[in-house]
């Protein structure tokens, strides 16, 4: 359960997701996660999973196929909290010649080690979403003690000095920074970043509903644009696809990848059949039977109807 994918990203083409750290452990607790709300929120890193193991795994999915754009360290957790980051991205250097994107959330990227580590991926997409330390603390809500001051002191440092590829983003949520003061305040600080493109990014998949994690409209959206500059791109859906290049399998195999899939993030039926190389009718029928088992549940949001995986095993 470590590996998941490859699965369509909106930003990053077709990704193989490694997660590093157990479910939702994580050093925010934003509002917009699509994941849920955190179960332990820490800033101390820890060695979660041998190196050798995710490894091992990694290797498995990569003969397995279809290959990936990038693998991808994000998931269900904040990858910068394990503790073996930088030797995990050397093993994968090591595994394929295939870009190393981080995703994170920034918040321990004044850690030495963490930026160390974060130096080492091709791609690094660090997250931004506030102007100052209210706005911080009420939507990415850290554990006590991580201030926006220091948060800011990482991803400076880090953006600036890193030798690959920069991909901010930032999530405008409606009602919450999406207002002028809290727009003019990111477009201050994005002056004094080094990044290569701004992912402008709203939620779209199903919110938690007490948390009003709402997107935004294109309005609003564009008027982001205005003022954060050239570099910044709403962030589109994922059209691309891909031919399917692995065996046939059969339909126990099929249904256990899409609830693996959907246990890590909701998708769409044409999110899947991207992601697992599958024809629409295939991935339909196998929606249709994980539901009546309870093992997957539809929701419909404001952007079409997306699927996600129940607790149930």
């Not at 570099?231 to 126990?252: C, L, N, Y």
Request: hydrophobic share 40%; aromatic share 6%.
């Amino acid at each position: 359960m470590r590996i998941y994918g490859p699965v369509p990203s909106r930003r990053f083409g077709l990704s193989l997701g490694v997660d590093v750290v157990p479910h939702k452990v994580c050093s925010h607790d934003c509002i917009y996660c699509q994941v849920g709300p955190t179960d332990r929120l820490t800033a101390e890193p820890e060695r979660f999973y041998p190196v050798a193991e995710i490894l091992a795994d990694v290797a498995a999915a990569l003969e397995d196929g279809p290959e990936p754009d990038v693998i991808t360290l994000a998931g269900s957790g904040e990858p910068t909290l394990y503790s073996e980051l930088g030797a995990l991205i050397d093993g994968l250097h090591g595994l394929a010649r295939i870009p190393v994107l981080l995703i994170t959330n920034g918040a321990l990227l004044w850690r030495p080690e963490v930026a160390a580590a974060a130096m080492k991926a091709e791609i690094l997409a660090p997250s931004l979403d506030a102007g100052d330390e209210a706005m911080f603390q009420r939507i990415n809500r850290p554990p006590p003690g991580l201030t926006f001051a220091r948060f800011l002191e990482g991803l400076r440092d880090v953006t600036r000095r890193h030798p690959g590829e920069v991909r901010l983003e930032v999530m405008l949520v409606r009602g919450v920074n999406d207002g002028e003061e809290s727009l003019r305040a990111i477009a201050e600080i994005l002056k004094t970043l080094r990044f290569d493109r701004l992912d402008l990014n709203t939620p779209v998949r199903p919110p938690v509903p007490e948390r009003g994690a709402l997107p935004c409209d294109e309005d609003t959206l564009a008027r982001a644009v205005a003022l954060f500059g050239p570099k910044a791109v709403p962030i589109g859906s994922f059209a691309k696809t891909r031919e399917a290049s692995r065996p046939q399998r059969s339909f126990d195999d099929f249904d256990k990848d899409v609830r693996e899939t959907l246990l890590r993030r909701p998708c769409t039926a044409e999110d899947l059949a991207a992601a697992l190389g599958a024809g629409p009718a295939v991935v339909a029928e196998s929606l249709s039977r994980l539901e009546a088992a309870g093992l997957v549940e539809r929701r419909d949001g404001e952007t079409g109807a997306y699927f996600v995986a129940t607790t149930r095993r």
